[in-house]
């Protein structure tokens, strides 16, 4: 009966459902994960393993090696997704195990909060509360941040990490199930850790990086009308400005992807968001997104971004819902 259930077209697309209804209601819970690793943390320490022992010698040897350490935690990453995918498969409500599962890998509720305490921070506490919430979710330097610049920062997170945090994911378990759901992630988290251009990661993490820039290619750019739409409906919001945006400012950001959410969101909130930025003290020259936009970004503005990703992320919902609605 397990394996009929499992074969069935509804499953996956209800496990889907499912994980972005647990994940919109429960996030993740701090009770939980005090006790039990999360998987991401679990993946990250993985990478810290191969990092702390592999990444030595010359640059080639360490392009190598990087080259050799992400294959190794893709695979490894598949074939637990495979494994996980094929006991609940076999199990009663299997599927519903295989949402809760898919719901710890998504970021959506835990990117909310992040980016809502920035917002709390600059009324409750003025700038000193706004860079030390922004802190946490950023990593240029908050010191170097007025006011407008910490809600700017908070608005380009909260547009880059819906499309890596929630769009990205949901793309990938949609196209692979759980072997892609956690493929992605294991990619991601890499990226994250050791795909950034430092002296010590910059032959390493070469791999992981361009990696991540691939998974993300098509994502980022369904993000971009997926704004569109949710800007339709929140007052004030210009779905035309964030489809503009997004063609003519997107590919003139640093990164191959991160402008297609960032310029949108821009857009259809009339903000310019990216341009220059500080880094440890180095100063990053990156294009304006939305240009002509408003630069002087405040706490309300953060919320009318935070209004504008909940309406994308209802989106996806529906388009979870509608497709599991045609299967049956």
Same mark, same amino acid.
């Given at each position: 009966?397990?394996?009929?259930?499992?074969?069935?077209?509804?499953?996956?697309?209800?496990?889907?459902?499912?994980?972005?209804?647990?994940?919109?209601?429960?996030?993740?819970?701090?009770?939980?994960?005090?006790?039990?690793?999360?998987?991401?943390?679990?993946?990250?320490?993985?990478?810290?393993?191969?990092?702390?022992?592999?990444?030595?010698?010359?640059?080639?040897?360490?392009?190598?090696?990087?080259?050799?350490?992400?294959?190794?935690?893709?695979?490894?990453?598949?074939? *637990?997704?495979?494994? #996980?995918? @094929? $006991?609940?498969?076999?199990?009663?409500? +299997?599927?519903?195990?295989? /949402? !809760?599962? %898919? =719901?710890?890998?998504?970021?959506?509720?835990?990117?909310?909060?992040?980016?809502?305490?920035?917002?709390?921070?600059?009324?409750?506490?003025?700038?000193?509360?706004?860079?030390?919430?922004?802190?946490?979710?950023?990593?240029?330097?908050?010191?170097?941040?007025?006011?407008?610049?910490?809600?700017?920062?908070?608005?380009?997170?909260?547009?880059?990490?819906?499309?890596?945090?929630?769009?990205?994911?949901?793309?990938?378990?949609?196209?692979?199930?759980?072997?892609?759901?956690?493929?992605?992630?294991?990619?991601?988290?890499?990226?994250?850790?050791?795909?950034?251009?430092?002296?010590?990661?910059?032959?390493?993490?070469?791999?992981?990086?361009?990696?991540?820039?691939?998974?993300?290619?098509?994502?980022?750019? *369904?993000?971009?009308? #997926?704004? @569109? $739409?949710?800007?339709?409906?929140?007052? +004030?919001?210009?779905?035309? /400005? !964030?489809? %503009? =945006?997004?063609?003519?400012?997107?590919?003139?950001?640093?990164?191959?992807?991160?402008?297609?959410?960032?310029?949108?969101?821009?857009?259809?909130?009339?903000?310019?968001?990216?341009?220059?930025?500080?880094?440890?003290?180095?100063?990053?020259?990156?294009?304006?997104?939305?240009?002509?936009?408003?630069?002087?970004?405040?706490?309300?503005?953060?919320?009318?971004?935070?209004?504008?990703?909940?309406?994308?992320?209802?989106?996806?919902?529906?388009?979870?819902?509608?497709?599991?609605?045609?299967?049956?």
């Amino acid at each position: 009966m397990g394996l009929i259930l499992a074969d069935a077209a509804w499953v996956p697309l209800a496990a889907l459902c499912l994980a972005l209804l647990l994940d919109a209601l429960i996030g993740d819970p701090d009770w939980l994960w005090r006790r039990v690793p999360h998987p991401v943390v679990a993946i990250g320490r993985a990478i810290g393993f191969v990092d702390d022992r592999l990444n030595r010698g010359s640059g080639r040897r360490r392009r190598v090696a990087g080259v050799g350490a992400v294959a190794v935690l893709v695979s490894g990453a598949i074939g *637990l997704g495979w494994g #996980l995918a @094929a $006991l609940t498969g076999r199990i009663p409500f +299997g599927w519903a195990v295989e /949402a !809760a599962i %898919a =719901a710890t890998l998504l970021a959506g509720r835990s990117l909310v909060c992040h980016v809502g305490a920035v917002a709390d921070g600059l009324d409750r506490a003025g700038l000193d509360g706004g860079r030390r919430a922004v802190a946490r979710i950023v990593g240029r330097d908050p010191d170097s941040l007025d006011e407008a610049g910490v809600a700017r920062a908070a608005i380009e997170s909260l547009a880059e990490n819906f499309s890596d945090g929630l769009a990205a994911p949901v793309f990938w378990y949609a196209l692979a199930g759980l072997p892609g759901l956690l493929a992605y992630k294991a990619i991601n988290t890499a990226d994250s850790m050791i795909g950034h251009r430092s002296e010590r990661h910059r032959a390493f993490g070469w791999a992981a990086a361009r990696l991540d820039d691939l998974v993300n290619l098509i994502p980022a750019r *369904l993000t971009a009308p #997926l704004f @569109a $739409l949710a800007a339709v409906v929140l007052p +004030g919001a210009s779905p035309r /400005a !964030a489809l %503009a =945006a997004a063609w003519a400012d997107a590919p003139h950001h640093r990164s191959p992807n991160a402008g297609w959410p960032e310029a949108a969101m821009a857009g259809a909130l009339g903000l310019a968001l990216a341009g220059p930025r500080a880094y440890g003290g180095d100063v990053v020259a990156d294009a304006w997104m939305n240009r002509d936009g408003r630069q002087a970004a405040m706490a309300s503005d953060i919320r009318r971004a935070l209004r504008l990703a909940a309406g994308a992320w209802v989106l996806i919902g529906l388009a979870a819902l509608a497709a599991l609605a045609a299967t049956l």
